[in-house]
């Protein structure tokens, strides 16, 4: 089992940051891969960023490319997204997700991510 927690969300303007942060607590956190999702009002969850265990493999959606940054402090058992230039469409509730095994190439789809966190806001306004 796993847990996690998101914190780090807020309201921010158009071209600022913000940090995100997940705990996770359990299995022990650098067995497995992080993912990052998000869900804006009326629309399907979506990837956003992924990091494999030893946080060499990373990849993120097409949308938050250049912008978004992922990576993880095994010690602290914590992954991070770190959000640059936000914009308004970057508006969502974001939430971390852990497998329970291996992904490969289904990185960016939830279905094969088992534990979520509680989501954390993020409102950028213009």
């Known amino acids: 089992q796993v847990q996690l927690v998101e914190s780090g969300g807020g309201l921010v303007q158009a071209g600022g940051s913000l940090r995100l942060s997940c705990a996770a607590s359990?299995?022990?956190?650098?067995?497995?891969?992080m993912g990052w999702f998000r869900q804006a009002p009326g629309k399907e969850r979506e990837f956003v960023a992924y990091?494999?265990?030893?946080?060499?493999?990373?990849y993120y959606a097409d949308s938050v490319k250049g912008r978004f940054t992922i990576s993880r402090d095994n010690a602290k058992n914590t992954v991070y997204l770190q959000m640059n230039s936000l914009k308004p469409e970057d508006t969502a509730v974001y939430y971390c997700?852990?497998?329970?095994?291996?992904?490969?190439?289904?990185?960016?789809?939830?279905?094969?991510?088992?534990?979520w966190g509680q989501g954390t806001q993020v409102t950028v306004s213009s």
């Open positions: 997700a852990a497998p329970s095994g291996g992904l490969g190439g289904t990185y960016f789809q939830s279905q094969w991510y088992n534990y």
């Open positions: 359990g299995r022990t956190f650098s067995t497995y891969a």
């Open positions: 990091i494999n265990w030893s946080g060499v493999g990373i």
